[in-house]
């Protein structure tokens, strides 16, 4: 069996997108202000909108450091070994025996009309890592955990039948 190497990380036009909303956001409350008031503003309307200002930065700011945060989460996969980075809070390496279990899911989004597929990963000792279907290389990840689990590498157990189903659909692309 040949020995894939790959990284399964958040897409490039993802963080693009986010960046931009967020470099967006920064601009309501200057705009607001231009609405509302024009260029003359009043002294006490003045303090409000600085405070509100500071307060909509700080906003922006705790979700640019998500989106920072959730950009450096990545799970390299080289042969049999997994390289796992988990944001801000630093990187382990596993094998494939430290796999504790590997299913997948659908989460419901909003009002539970539309689902997104994710891969839900536990290592021994370790916290959970999920893999979203948006993810650069999610389909690359499916077709080696099914290809392992067949070929016998990760143990049966780790992998129940239903969601081995599932990550075959996955490989081929196919999200029903």
């Given at each position: 069996?040949?020995?894939?190497?790959?990284?399964?990380?958040m897409?490039?036009?993802q963080f693009?997108l986010?960046l931009?909303l967020l470099l967006?956001?920064?601009?309501?409350?200057?705009?607001?202000?231009?609405?509302?008031?024009g260029?003359?503003l009043?002294?006490?309307a003045?303090?409000?909108?600085?405070?509100?200002?500071i307060?909509?930065?700080l906003?922006?700011f705790?979700?640019?450091l998500?989106?920072?945060?959730d950009?450096?989460k990545?799970?390299k996969v080289?042969?049999?070994?997994?390289?796992?980075?988990?944001?801000f809070?630093?990187?382990y390496?596993?094998?494939?025996?430290?796999?504790?279990?590997?299913s997948?899911?659908?989460?419901a989004?909003?009002?539970?009309?539309s689902?997104?597929h994710?891969i839900n990963?536990?290592?021994?000792?370790r916290?959970?890592?999920?893999?979203?279907?948006?993810?650069?290389n999610f389909?690359k990840?499916a077709?080696?955990?099914y290809?392992?689990h067949?070929?016998?590498?990760?143990a049966?157990?780790?992998?129940?039948t239903?969601?081995?189903e599932?990550?075959f659909?996955?490989?081929?692309?196919?999200?029903r």
């Amino acid at each position: 069996m040949n020995e894939p190497k790959f990284c399964v990380r958040m897409a490039v036009w993802q963080f693009l997108l986010y960046l931009i909303l967020l470099l967006l956001l920064l601009f309501i409350p200057y705009g607001l202000k231009q609405l509302l008031f024009g260029s003359e503003l009043t002294d006490t309307a003045g303090i409000i909108f600085f405070a509100m200002e500071i307060i909509w930065f700080l906003i922006v700011f705790f979700f640019f450091l998500m989106l920072i945060n959730d950009s450096l989460k990545y799970i390299k996969v080289d042969g049999q070994t997994f390289l796992v980075r988990t944001g801000f809070r630093g990187k382990y390496q596993a094998t494939c025996d430290d796999l504790e279990s590997v299913s997948c899911h659908r989460v419901a989004r909003g009002s539970g009309t539309s689902t997104d597929h994710c891969i839900n990963i536990l290592f021994k000792g370790r916290k959970l890592v999920q893999i979203d279907w948006n993810q650069k290389n999610f389909r690359k990840l499916a077709q080696y955990f099914y290809a392992m689990h067949k070929a016998g590498v990760i143990a049966q157990e780790v992998i129940p039948t239903q969601h081995k189903e599932a990550l075959f659909r996955y490989s081929n692309g196919n999200f029903r």
